[in-house]
T-cell receptor
Framework: DAKTTQPNSMESNEEEPVHLPCNHS???????IHWYRQLPSQGPEYVIH???SNVNNRMASLAIAEDRKSSTLILHRATLRDAAVYYC?????????????FGQGTTLQVKP | GAVVSQHPSRVICKSGTSVKIECRSL??????MFWYRQFPKQSLMLMAT?????????EQGVEKDKFLINHASLTLSTLTVTSAHPEDSSFYIC????????????FGPGTRLTVL
């Protein structure tokens, strides 16, 4: 599985945008970029995923570099409930039955 | 959205006993489920892939005789930690693919196992 690199931690102020970066320089053409987050003492939850084009949903936006070697998860207005560990994961192909291999992720702190 | 449940949410047991953890997909069927383990302040580590009607596939370094997995139906997978020891104390999490076009996986809330 191709590897991703994320900063260990980031801080944000409440109601401000947050940009969480992820580097994946060894990504292959068929790897999808997935983001999950894990709130304290809970299982992870799906945030967003994409292949080449930028993606938006109710939770966040995903900006993918043109060469696909990096991506950025954007939370438009951080709230205290967004404090979590955010994981950027590459997964082969479009099938959702494939396993997810988690890296260390980015711990996001949101300050009031 | 789809929901995956786990039972129990937390369990405390004595060393040497076996503990069974259930993972259920509540409103969808899952021919495949995944089991993860997470130690404090660490990331999730994939333990095994549970396959309905066939044997589980274990990741390298995970003892299959220690962690028994049974995927008896399309909505239920169980993980049994046999002869548990204090080093097996961890947060165990299962997940299931949602199916369809959404390409997401749904995770259970996790089971906190403490072995005394």
């Amino acid at each position: 599985d191709a590897k991703t690199t994320q900063p260990n931690s980031m801080e944000s102020n409440e109601e401000e945008p947050v940009h969480l970066p992820c580097n994946h320089s060894t990504i292959s053409g068929t790897d999808y970029i997935h983001w999950y987050r894990q709130l304290p003492s809970q299982g992870p939850e799906y945030v967003i995923h994409g292949l080449t084009s930028n993606v938006n949903n109710r939770m966040a936006s995903l900006a993918i570099a043109e060469d696909r070697k990096s991506s950025t998860l954007i939370l438009h207005r951080a709230t205290l409930r967004d404090a979590a560990v955010y994981y950027c994961i590459l997964r082969y192909g479009s099938s959702n039955t494939g396993k997810l291999i988690f890296g260390q992720g980015t711990t996001l702190q949101v300050k009031p | 959205g789809a929901v995956v449940s786990q039972h129990p949410s937390r369990v405390i047991c004595k060393s040497g006993t076996s503990v069974k953890i259930e993972c259920r997909s509540l409103d969808f069927q899952a021919t495949t489920m995944f089991w993860y383990r997470q130690f404090p302040k660490q990331s999730l580590m994939l333990m095994a892939t549970s396959n309905e009607g066939s044997k589980a596939t274990y990741e390298q370094g995970v003892e299959k005789d220690k962690f028994l997995i049974n995927h008896a139906s399309l909505t239920l997978s169980t993980l049994t930690v046999t002869s548990a020891h204090p080093e097996d104390s961890s947060f165990y999490i299962c997940s299931a693919p949602s199916g369809g076009l959404t390409d997401t996986q749904y995770f259970g809330p996790g089971t906190r196992l403490t072995v005394l």
